[in-house]
T-cell receptor, first 117, second 108 residues
């Protein structure tokens, strides 16, 4: 597709349930990023992939959060034993260049809105 | 980390120009200035970016101060569809760090 695709668009999870959020980046984009956006706030960085390598996971809030991009294209963000504070919009973005290419912009998906009840 | 400062909110009338300011006094020489906007229920959308010189594209213009410690995003004729949160970001390290942005309201 022409843009970054995220699924599902909405997810309601019971507290303690595991969830998996999918991101299909733009074909050929080297970099992939996950962000978490709480209501009324700007997006907060979670993790970064360059191809299949996860080069930065400093933003992941706890060890319940796990991300992978095994073949350097599709990525999955997994949250184990969800808590109410995990409720947020999870955004995926991809970029053509690597982190060294600071001139390249990001293309964001529309996000997955996770509600933990 | 380099940080940016933006007003929380601004208002504009439709069809008038809008100047959205951003301060980034701790910017380093290799940091690009990026602007994104986020419409309701959508992910952020790239608007424009620059390093030192002013930049123009079909969406907006970016005016960068000579000392690079501030910049201004210029929407030449605001439309109702320009109502969004506008983020000024410095591209550093592995990611872009978003602040709270400026919520732009466009009045008809």
């Amino acid at each position: 597709g022409a843009g970054v695709s995220q699924s599902p668009r909405y997810k309601v999870a019971k507290r303690g349930q595991d969830v998996a959020l999918r991101c299909d980046p733009i074909s050929g984009h080297v970099s992939l990023f996950w962000y978490q956006q709480a209501l009324g706030q700007g997006p907060e960085f979670l993790t970064y992939f360059q191809n299949e390598a996860q080069l930065d996971k400093s933003g992941l809030p706890s060890d319940r959060f796990f991300a992978e991009r095994p073949e350097g294209s599709v990525s999955t963000l997994k949250i184990q034993r969800t808590q109410q504070e995990d409720s947020a919009v999870y955004l995926c973005a991809s970029s053509l260049g690597s982190i060294r290419t600071r001139a390249h912009g990001y293309t964001f998906g529309s996000g997955t809105r996770l509600t933990v009840v | 980390d380099a940080k940016t400062t933006q007003p929380n909110s601004m208002e504009s009338n439709e069809e008038e120009p809008v100047h959205l300011p951003c301060n980034h006094s701790t910017i380093s020489g290799t940091d690009y200035i990026h602007w994104y906007r986020q419409l309701p229920s959508q992910g952020p959308e790239y608007v424009i970016h620059g390093l030192t010189s002013n930049v123009n594209n079909r969406m907006a213009s970016l005016a960068i101060a000579e000392d690079r410690k501030s910049s201004t995003l210029i929407l030449h004729r605001a439309t109702l569809r320009d109502a969004a949160v506008y983020y000024c970001i410095l591209r550093v390290n592995n990611d872009m760090r978003f602040g709270a942005g400026t919520r732009l309201t466009v009045k008809p």
